[in-house]
């Protein structure tokens, strides 16, 4: 390191190098009173110039340390003990909580896919509603991005889940009086409906367009803390003869959200459309976008019907066995005498673990999942 | 690009006619949204198109979009007589909203396609015709009567067709999604419906609140298949069965002691829990009945 890059003044800096001191390595083994006689300064100012020196080298060699490991690489026991810190977004249901270890995990793309009328659209609504849990009610207090590809998204239905949400919220926590009427105030509808960026997105371009410019976004939005995209796919589903570009696009597409749900520390969910794939003479029943899609997401939960219920199942998670758990769609407004005044009303426990049975195997039935 | 605020981002919904059925609907056929009608033939899917044809015309004051329609059709002939019929009806049911001089067939525009490819030149450029409509009132309902009957025909089923076929419906649907987006249009699209063959996997998954749709007895499922189904937002259901009645009079004539039973269900919709509600067709249009 030179001399000049040091916090000096410019004439301190001036006499060293004139005196010939160039690097700071050849201050290291000089006295206070051989430098003060050597730059005609006073011994207290020499002793400041050692000083300062000396910090700049320890600091120097502070970098080299960590430079020894290639830059911003972390110990394995750092990324553990990171971990635990980690937020989720409650899905609301306790059962698809538990088999998420949680939630929706922040810092990973999460994929949910299912056939139309299964509840996806429901589901991404209802974590930009919970996203806003305030803190002190265990949520997160952030605020929501949610891409509509589809147009399925209806501002009514945002308006009853998130009644149904601070209803529930009121409900499970015991309130002094004058706290409650605080938390009710503070809490509104239309609150949580201003909390939520949303996109309407009508062509393959935009998409593209509007997650190259999602990080721009994030960072005059910090508070930003899921990005639900509903759906990843209806877009790319016309106008791609070329399959291979389609991929290449994709998952350009991929690694950018990945990199922003760790960079920001967000929870990315992509929402995916179900489609039938030839193979050896049949059809069988897989999410879109193709095989090499399906290495793009962190998560993959895919919902199913069993019966007249519906299931959510864990296709895929680096860190959690495969399981399935029943979950709801309900409404507060249209079903009185539903017990729970819920979207995803709290079911009967009954997670069923999975051994390897994969949900493709079984031809075209999402049903053999369940054993 | 800047994120749309929701508090201002309109709901519109256009009525149906009917008050039952605009609060089975909550409201009507919601606008910026592709609606779909499932039904077999003769079940009414083209007489509750007709209907909005006239009830988009209502003003905003009467559930309806103050608006001219477009109906597009792909099965022949288009109903003149029955649309006459039911215009007469919907002036006289609505006495102090028009004045006397209004003619309600001013206001919707007929255009019949006879293949996909046609239909997607035809909305390649609708929205020069959008924005100068040949009426007063703007457009902001456009009726399909029906998809299936574009589709029938030319394709066969391999999967390289399939998959072409496949890309076709989602290219209609973006279009028809961004035209919706523009002018803030409903959009109603009427389906056929093919019978249900045992051990179809694909077809006889379950999609939507009901598990199985029957219809005269029959099982059957929405044509064209799954790929179609995630271009739609919302899915409705017509069935129709016959029973023979007993000694109880009801609402419609029984004929020879049997009546025809008609029901609208909710496949899926995204603003819509799953339900179900009978309806009748009579001279006047199509009307709920209160359970």
């Given at each position: 390191?030179?001399?000049?890059?040091?916090?000096?003044?410019?004439?301190?800096?001036?006499?060293?190098?004139?005196?010939?001191?160039?690097?700071?390595?050849?201050?290291?083994?000089?006295?206070?009173?051989?430098?003060?006689?050597?730059?005609?300064?006073?011994?207290?100012?020499?002793?400041?110039?050692?000083?300062?020196?000396?910090?700049?080298?320890?600091?120097?060699?502070?970098?080299?340390?960590?430079?020894?490991?290639?830059?911003?690489?972390?110990?394995?026991?750092?990324?553990?003990?990171?971990?635990?810190?980690?937020?989720?977004?409650?899905?609301?249901?306790?059962?698809?909580?538990?088999?998420?270890?949680?939630?929706?995990?922040?810092?990973?793309?999460?994929?949910?896919?299912?056939?139309?009328?299964?509840?996806?659209?429901?589901?991404?609504?209802?974590?930009?509603?919970?996203?806003?849990?305030?803190?002190?009610?265990?949520?997160?207090?952030?605020?929501?991005?949610?891409?509509?590809?589809?147009?399925?998204?209806?501002?009514?239905?945002?308006?009853?889940?998130?009644?149904?949400?601070?209803?529930?919220?009121?409900?499970?926590?015991?309130?002094?009086?004058?706290?409650?009427?605080?938390?009710?105030?503070?809490?509104?509808?239309?609150?949580?409906?201003?909390?939520?960026?949303?996109?309407?997105?009508?062509?393959?371009?935009?998409?593209?367009?509007?997650?190259?410019?999602?990080?721009?976004?994030?960072?005059?939005?910090?508070?930003?803390?899921?990005?639900?995209?509903?759906?990843?796919?209806?877009?790319?589903?016309?106008?791609?003869?070329?399959?291979?570009?389609?991929?290449?696009?994709?998952?350009?597409?991929?690694?950018?959200?990945?990199?922003?749900?760790?960079?920001?520390?967000?929870?990315?969910?992509?929402?995916?459309?179900?489609?039938t794939?030839f193979?050896?003479g049949s059809f069988q029943l897989?999410?879109?976008?193709?095989?090499?899609?399906?290495?793009?997401?962190?998560?993959?939960?895919?919902?199913?019907?069993?019966?007249?219920?519906?299931?959510?199942?864990?296709?895929?998670?680096?860190?959690?066995?495969?399981?399935?758990?029943?979950?709801?769609?309900?409404?507060?407004?249209?079903?009185?005498?539903?017990?729970?005044?819920?979207?995803?009303?709290?079911?009967?426990?009954?997670?069923?673990?999975?051994?390897?049975?994969?949900?493709?195997?079984?031809r075209g039935s999402?049903?053999?999942?369940?054993? | 690009?800047?994120?749309?605020?929701?508090?201002?981002?309109?709901?519109?919904?256009?009525?149906?006619?009917?008050?039952?059925?605009?609060?089975?609907?909550?409201?009507?056929?919601?606008?910026?949204?592709?609606?779909?009608?499932v039904?077999e033939?003769?079940?009414?899917?083209?007489?509750?198109?007709?209907?909005?044809?006239?009830?988009?015309?209502?003003?905003?004051?009467?559930?309806?979009?103050?608006?001219?329609?477009?109906?597009?059709?792909?099965?022949?002939?288009?109903?003149?007589?029955?649309?006459?019929?039911?215009?007469?009806?919907?002036?006289?049911?609505?006495?102090?909203?028009?004045?006397?001089?209004?003619?309600?067939?001013?206001?919707?525009?007929?255009?019949?396609?006879?293949?996909?490819?046609?239909?997607?030149?035809?909305?390649?450029?609708?929205?020069?015709?959008?924005?100068?409509?040949?009426?007063?009132?703007?457009?902001?309902?456009?009726?399909?009567?029906?998809?299936a009957?574009?589709?029938r025909?030319?394709f066969d089923n391999t999967?390289?067709?399939l998959?072409?076929?496949?890309?076709?419906?989602?290219?209609?649907?973006?279009?028809?999604?961004?035209?919706?987006?523009?002018?803030?249009?409903?959009?109603?699209?009427?389906n056929q419906v093919v019978d249900f063959i045992g051990n179809d996997v694909v077809n006889g998954m379950r999609v939507?609140?009901l598990g199985c749709l029957y219809t005269s007895g029959r099982r059957v499922c929405p044509a064209l298949g799954l790929?179609w189904a995630?271009?739609?937002?919302?899915?409705?259901?017509?069935?129709?069965?016959?029973?023979?009645?007993?000694?109880?009079?009801?609402?419609?004539?029984?004929?020879?002691?049997?009546?025809?039973?008609?029901?609208?269900?909710?496949?899926?919709?995204?603003?819509?829990?799953?339900?179900?509600?009978?309806?009748?067709?009579?001279?006047?249009?199509?009307?709920?009945?209160?359970?």
């Open positions: 390191m030179e001399v000049c890059n040091l916090p000096l003044s410019p004439s301190q800096r001036a006499k060293l190098v004139s005196a010939g001191y160039t690097t700071i390595f050849s201050l290291s083994s000089i006295s206070p009173l051989d430098l003060a006689r050597d730059l005609n300064v006073s011994h207290n100012e020499a002793a400041q110039i050692l000083k300062i020196a000396l910090q700049s080298t320890r600091f120097d060699q502070s970098i080299n340390n960590n430079a020894s490991i290639v830059t911003g690489g972390q110990t394995a026991w750092d990324m553990l003990r990171e971990e635990q810190f980690i937020t989720r977004i409650t899905t609301s249901c306790e059962d698809l909580d538990n088999i998420l270890g949680g939630g929706i995990n922040c810092q990973e793309v999460t994929e949910i896919g299912g056939v139309p009328g299964i509840g996806k659209t429901q589901m991404g609504i209802q974590l930009a509603v919970n996203v806003q849990i305030p803190l002190e009610c265990g949520g997160l207090g952030g605020k929501a991005i949610y891409i509509d590809t589809e147009g399925s998204f209806m501002v009514e239905r945002v308006f009853q889940i998130a009644e149904a949400c601070i209803e529930d919220l009121l409900e499970s926590r015991v309130f002094q009086q004058q706290d409650y009427q605080a938390c009710r105030e503070r809490m509104q509808p239309k609150t949580f409906l201003t909390n939520i960026f949303y996109f309407r997105v009508c062509s393959y371009t935009e998409q593209i367009a509007l997650i190259n410019y999602l990080e721009k976004f994030i960072t005059e939005n910090r508070d930003v803390k899921i990005v639900i995209i509903d759906s990843i796919t209806f877009h790319f589903r016309q106008d791609f003869d070329d399959l291979a570009l389609r991929t290449r696009v994709l998952s350009g597409m991929a690694l950018k959200l990945m990199k922003l749900a760790k960079s920001f520390s967000l929870a990315i969910v992509l929402l995916n459309q179900v489609t794939k193979t050896e897989t999410l879109a976008l193709g095989d090499s899609w399906s290495h793009a997401c962190t998560n993959r939960v895919i919902l199913y019907w069993n019966g007249s219920e519906r299931f959510a199942y864990l296709d895929k998670s680096p860190s959690l066995r495969s399981a399935s758990a029943p979950y709801s769609v309900t409404s507060n407004l249209w079903n009185d005498e539903l017990c729970h005044p819920y979207l995803w009303a709290h079911f009967k426990r009954s997670i069923m673990l999975l051994g390897a049975s994969s949900w493709l195997t079984h999402f049903r053999s999942v369940a054993v | 690009m800047k994120p749309e605020n929701l508090l201002n981002l309109s709901s519109h919904k256009c009525t149906t006619g009917c008050l039952t059925l605009d609060k089975f609907l909550s409201g009507g056929i919601p606008c910026n949204s592709i609606t779909e009608i039904s033939s003769g079940c009414g899917k083209t007489q509750i198109s007709l209907q909005f044809l006239l009830s988009a015309q209502l003003p905003i004051s009467h559930g309806g979009l103050s608006s001219s329609s477009l109906f597009i059709h792909s099965e022949y002939p288009f109903p003149f007589r029955r649309l006459h019929q039911l215009t007469l009806s919907f002036l006289s049911s609505n006495p102090n909203v028009f004045s006397s001089s209004y003619n309600p067939l001013d206001h919707i525009f007929v255009r019949d396609v006879q293949s996909a490819e046609e239909l997607i030149g035809l909305l390649a450029q609708i929205d020069r015709f959008i924005e100068n409509p040949p009426s007063p009132l703007p457009v902001r309902l456009i009726v399909i009567d029906s998809i009957a574009l589709f025909s030319e999967p390289k067709d998959k072409r076929r496949s890309s076709l419906f989602f290219k209609i649907a973006s279009m028809l999604k961004l035209q919706a987006k523009k002018f803030n249009l409903a959009v109603l699209i009427t939507g609140n790929s995630n271009c739609v937002n919302s899915r409705l259901f017509m069935s129709r069965n016959v029973e023979i009645v007993g000694k109880e009079t009801d609402l419609e004539e029984p004929i020879g002691g049997v009546r025809t039973r008609r029901k609208l269900q909710v496949v899926f919709a995204p603003h819509l829990p799953e339900s179900s509600c009978e309806f009748v067709v009579l001279r006047e249009g199509v009307f709920g009945v209160d359970s």
